[in-house]
């Protein structure tokens, strides 16, 4: 059944209200759990998956806007869950929720959002403001959602103004654990066959910047046993639990302002070690530091479930869910590094590896929480590293 059509942009009751640094300012009808928030707002391509892109820690300090209409109608249900609650600040689209209708589901979108403390805005156009995304690149916003639908207009644009921005913010710390734990469960669903493990546990130091539950179960399916270790751990506490191979997680904010403790810990490890290493996303590009390159801060970043990426050895495309702001300079990368991967979409730096070693890393998200499963090999190659 469709739901009744989203009215147009600014309905005559708005309850919730988005208000750009620029000045542009749209008004809808809120969701989940009344209350004002600032962010970084970027715009999300997947057509499935919103559970996982709110619960992913990588989407600290910003919104999320979602280019396809028709979020919230499979509901919610724990085991979608990437971390225990929703990270994303806000999220922003077309339709209003709809009741659930999925066999999975545990309870609305609307009502977990309200439990969690984050507002949804609904009735938004969200082609016009993905356009202002693209156009002036992330923006920073305000998004306030009162059930009397009262505004202070000026206040709202104040605080988008305000707020201080990722680049140079170090949130890693924010969002990883604050003890080590081990993790076995596997990944449930895919590929056929799966959950099973074709070769014994491989030790493995896993740091959490930030990490997706899904990576995890990744790792796990691929056969790892997997420490988890909190984003400020040492080399030296790294290296204690004897890995045969290291971990480096997705995560949130700039990878640049973790300078002063993952950098230089991932320095350490690769100077005084041989062991292989294998990173995602924030983790790619804390490497790609590590080994001495530069990240920059794109202008709308990646975040989507049907990138196109090449992987230059083979030719080989793969489409793959992305979820990034910040990328790897390739013109940085010294000698003695390989850009293993490029994103087919702007030619930018999508993954790297030791010419040497097996050392290597990649930009986009092999896990697939949401998306295909086009690059699972590569959990499995870091598998085979260990043998
Ligand atoms: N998913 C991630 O790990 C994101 C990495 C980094 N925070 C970025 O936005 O580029």
């Known amino acids: 059944m469709c739901p009744a059509p989203a009215p147009a942009e600014n309905p005559e009751n708005p309850t919730a209200c988005i208000v750009l640094a620029d000045g542009t300012t749209f008004y809808g009808r809120g969701f989940g759990a009344p209350g004002e928030i600032q962010a970084e707002l970027c715009f999300n391509t997947a057509m499935t998956g919103y559970q996982e892109i709110m619960t992913d820690p990588s989407y600290a300090g910003q919104a999320v806007t979602f280019t396809f209409p028709h979020i919230g109608n499979t509901g919610v249900t724990h085991e979608d869950d990437e971390t225990a609650d929703p990270v994303a600040r806000a999220m922003v689209v077309k339709w209003d929720p709809t009741e659930p209708s999925n066999w999975r589901s545990e309870g609305t979108l609307n009502a977990w959002l309200e439990k969690n403390g984050r507002i949804g805005v609904g009735g938004i156009d969200t082609r016009r403001l993905t356009r202002a995304i693209r156009q002036q690149g992330a923006p920073h916003v305000a998004i306030a959602y009162n059930k009397e639908g009262v505004f202070d207009h000026a206040a709202l644009l104040k ?130 530091l590590a080994l001495g390159a530069k990240t920059i801060k794109m202008n709308h970043g990646h975040h989507g479930a049907n990138h196109p990426v090449k992987e230059t050895a083979t030719g080989k495309v793969e489409i793959t869910s992305m979820n990034h702001g910040f990328a790897v300079d390739a013109q940085t990368l010294p000698e003695g590094v390989i850009e293993t991967h490029v994103s087919l979409f702007d030619g930018s730096n999508c993954g790297i590896r030791l010419a040497d070693r097996p050392v290597f890393s990649v930009q986009h998200h092999p896990e697939a929480s949401p998306g295909p499963q086009d690059s699972f090999y590569l959990f499995e190659r870091f598998s085979a590293a260990m043998a």
């Open 159 to 288: 605080s988008a103004r305000d707020f201080s921005g990722l680049e140079g913010l170090d949130l890693a710390k924010e969002v990883t654990c604050a003890q080590s734990y081990t993790w076995n469960e596997q990944r449930w669903a895919w590929p056929d066959g799966f959950p099973k493990r074709s070769t014994p546990g491989k030790k493995v130091v896993a740091i959490d910047f930030g990490a997706k539950r899904n990576i995890l179960r990744c790792l796990a399916s691929a056969g790892c046993d997997v420490t988890v270790l909190p984003a400020t751990a040492t080399a030296a506490e790294v290296l204690a639990h004897k890995p045969q191979g290291i971990f480096l997680s997705n995560g949130p904010g700039d990878p640049a302002a973790t300078g002063e403790y993952a950098v230089p810990m991932i320095s350490e490890i690769l100077e005084t070690t041989q062991l292989p290493i294998f990173g995602i996303c924030l983790g790619h590009q804390m490497l790609a």
